[in-house]
């Protein structure tokens, strides 16, 4: 019982990670973009 019990806690920790994850490359994707289209703006 105690092995389930681990595995369900493991496996919500790396959920959570994964979340915060995403949100950080969704905060840079949209720096990028921005960048991307400034430098074809200025060409």
């Known amino acids: 019982m105690s092995g389930i019990l681990m595995g369900l806690i493991g496996y919500a920790g790396l959920l959570v990670y994964e979340l915060i994850v995403l ?3 969704k905060k840079k994707t949209a720096m990028f ?9 200025a060409a």
């Open 23 to 25: 949100v950080r490359c």
């Open 33 to 41: 973009c921005g960048m991307s289209t400034l430098a074809e703006d």
